[in-house]
């Protein structure tokens, strides 16, 4: 048997080499080398190629005088026709890989390479050395040295060299994607009137409370592509094109693309209540922006500042300082740490990934702001506090628009630090908008906030879409989170006139409103707003009107923590609650010039925090509505009675329409009048002038 088993092994062994052995594999074969022994066709092909080249190969004029020296890198192969084709070529020169794909197309045909008689293709490398020698002189065809001077190389390492500059292929003309992208349009006022008419038009499905909109929605309605043919400023160079009309980076594939941005903010301006006299801003950061393939996109900017602003801002700023070392929290920006001796220094951060995964779905999962309503306020959730965490699902099918939101926000005061840490609590929010008719919209919101208190975190109940909240406080205990519900309406009177309202609804006793006591438990508030596009049938002017009016104690909590707030302001109104309020916008833009003016009247009811009076008015959310001083006659603007006025006047000119860029000049006039003075509350008129170029990304506001 041991000798059956040996046979066979040897039977085997001879059989492979002698298939090894009578396999013939032949080089291509030029003309000349057809009487060459077969052991000499590859030494007589690597001869003939190198004499077509040397023969035809012409050095460009300029090259040759300045006396280059160098090499052009050629990967080329001879098909199973016996053509010539060069693969991959690599020079300094363009011009040096031009001519050597000229000098291969005009090699003669040859006989093919075979393997075991049938024909093949063959891949070959070579370098063509500059200054052009003959390469094959003084070749001894019995040598390995010279056969291997043009060498076969795998399909693998062909595709290897060929990677990078396949990567470069791809790349085309830019196009700017991201008008038809699932990326944001950043969130502006003054910028989103711009096709406020074309989306609120009589007949349109649009859904326009849940913001910021996405490109893909507005596109529906506005011409991006031909605004941007229109504001194009013709210019040839470089330079030219990168500061009127483009990103400083723009690139694109079938697959993908991106843009990067710097961003500026630099600001310049005079407050006659500072003691410094000059206000400023000093921004600087950048943006990337893009998209992989139709489904994913992504955004990021990076902010760092350093700025110091009127005194009421400033003062307010302290106002809402965190606990340790750091003097202030900049409006709606974040913590602040001092700047020299009066100055602020802000960094801030943003960024988002936006998927869709359906044609009807967009997840968003990121860090910034978002705003329900249509008008310049918003009672429900708003944009002046500072970015934070998100995670946002628009859902949009038939007449109907869902949107879910759930957030991850910052207690930051003194009395809830735990470890030096800042205590954390989360907001869930619904908000359903449906198109009842062409002309009517109506919009239902609940939300709901609760804490990391007894170890809690971030509950799972609430991160079902559908549910209501209420159900959920039921289960988990009605002390261990604090709900709020509202709805919107808006009404196309017709293209050119929208009405527009919101409600909020914390808490309300049906009974004390038949009493007519007015108590402290009828804790809601209401808007009434009217936009009146193209007005008085001018082209691109927007007029608009909007009432406030948000009764003592809303958003307020007697678990101070489940207040309605993120870094010490408010997710809805700047103002917190107890306020009424009147606003009258106009916005004007004539192709890239525009102008905008905002005035606004209010009262405000304020606390003493003197000493002899400590009770909550109900203005301040962060405070415990139970610190009240009676339950009824609660009426708005009880406490320090406050009349303001503030009025903003701006006007400028776009730069750079593809990054926002703007330069602007704008007054700032406020007067603040309460009927008793303490400490932190007196009698303030201001005057602030501003001049500055801007990055346009997102709405100050610095009416508080």
Not at 106 to 133: D, R
Not at 666 to 684: L, M, Q, S, W
Request: glycine letters at 6%.
């Amino acid at each position: 048997m041991k000798q059956f088993i040996v046979l066979v092994l040897l039977l085997v062994q001879y059989n492979f080499y002698a298939q090894d052995a009578f396999s013939v594999e032949k080089p291509p074969v030029f003309p000349n080398c057809e009487e060459v022994a077969i052991s000499d066709l590859q030494s007589c092909f690597n001869t003939q190629v190198y004499n077509e080249i040397h023969n035809n190969f012409k050095v460009p004029t300029n090259l040759t005088e300045a006396g280059f020296k160098g090499e052009v890198v050629v990967v080329f192969e001879v098909d199973t026709t016996g053509q010539f084709k060069i693969v991959y070529t690599d020079a300094i020169y363009s011009e040096l890989k031009d001519e050597a794909k000229r000098v291969f197309s005009e090699f003669p045909k040859v006989q093919p390479a075979t393997y075991n008689g049938k024909s093949t293709f063959k891949q070959y490398s070579l370098p063509i050395k500059i200054p052009l020698v003959n390469q094959a002189e003084g070749v001894n065809n019995t040598t390995s040295a010279n056969v291997n001077a043009t060498k076969a190389i795998s399909p693998l390492e062909l595709a290897a060299k060929k990677e990078y500059d396949n990567v470069n292929k791809e790349l085309k003309d830019f196009e700017n994607q991201a008008f038809k992208s699932q990326l944001n349009i950043q969130f502006t006022h003054s910028d989103y009137a711009r096709f406020d008419r074309q989306m609120n038009m009589v007949g349109t499905n649009s859904h326009t409370a849940s913001k910021p909109f996405l490109y893909e929605e507005v596109s529906k309605y506005f011409d991006f592509e031909a605004e941007q043919k229109e504001l194009y400023k013709d210019t040839e160079t470089w330079l030219g094109k990168k500061f009127w009309n483009e990103h400083l980076v723009q690139l694109q594939s079938d697959d993908y693309w991106f843009t990067v941005d710097p961003i500026l903010d630099l600001q310049v301006g005079a407050d006659s209540n500072l003691d410094a006299g000059t206000t400023y801003n000093n921004t600087r950061g950048f943006l990337i922006q893009g998209g992989l393939g139709k489904k994913l996109n992504f955004y990021a900017s990076v902010f760092e500042s350093q700025g110091r602003f009127a005194d009421y801002v400033n003062r307010y700023a302290e106002s809402l300082k965190a606990f340790g070392p750091d003097p202030a929290i900049i409006p709606g920006r974040g913590i602040a740490k001092r700047f020299k001796t009066d100055s602020y220094d802000y960094p801030v951060a943003e960024a988002y990934l936006s998927y869709a995964p359906a044609k009807f779905i967009n997840l968003q999962f990121g860090h910034g702001k978002n705003f329900i309503g249509d008008g310049y306020r918003s009672l429900l959730l708003s944009d002046v506090a500072s970015p934070h965490p998100f995670l946002k699902l628009n859902t949009k099918f038939w007449k109907i628009k869902y949107t879910n939101t759930w957030m991850w926000l910052k207690d930051v005061r003194d009395a809830v630090e735990v470890d030096n840490a800042f205590l954390t609590k989360y907001i869930a929010n619904h908000y359903l908008s449906w198109n009842a008719s062409k002309r009517l919209n109506i919009g239902l919101f609940e939300s709901v906030l609760w804490t990391n208190s007894n170890d809690r975190g971030f509950d799972v109940n609430y991160l079902n879409p559908i549910i209501f909240y209420r159900a959920i406080e039921f289960e988990t205990g009605q002390g261990a989170g604090n709900a709020l519900m509202g709805a919107t309406a808006k009404y196309k009177w017709n293209d050119d006139v929208n009405l527009y309202s919101q409600f909020i609804l914390d808490e309300f006793s049906l009974g004390d409103v038949k009493a007519g006591e007015k108590s402290w438990k009828n804790k809601f508030g209401y808007q009434l707003g009217v936009k009146y596009y193209n007005a008085f049938k001018v082209d691109n002017l927007l007029l608009q009107f909007e009432y406030n009016r948000v009764r003592p104690y809303t958003y307020s909590h007697n678990t101070v923590v489940l207040n309605y707030a993120h870094n010490n302001q408010s997710m809805a109104h700047l103002w917190g609650a107890n306020f009424s309020e009147a606003v009258i916008i106009g916005r004007y833009r004539y192709k890239r010039w525009f102008g905008d003016a905002k005035f606004i009247f209010g009262t405000r009811g304020l606390d003493f925090n003197d000493g002899t009076d400590d009770f909550s008015y109900g203005g301040d959310i962060y405070r415990n509505y139970n610190e009240r001083p009676f339950d009824t006659g609660v009426e708005v603007g009880q406490g320090i009675k406050t009349t303001t006025f503030n009025g903003n006047i701006q006007a400028g000119y776009v730069l750079n329409p593809a990054t926002n860029l703007k330069l602007f000049t704008d007054i700032t006039v406020r007067n603040f009048n309460p009927e008793a003075t303490t400490a932190t509350t007196f009698k303030n008129n201001t005057v602030w002038f501003n001049f500055g170029l801007r990055t346009d990304l997102f709405n100050w506001y610095f009416d508080n």
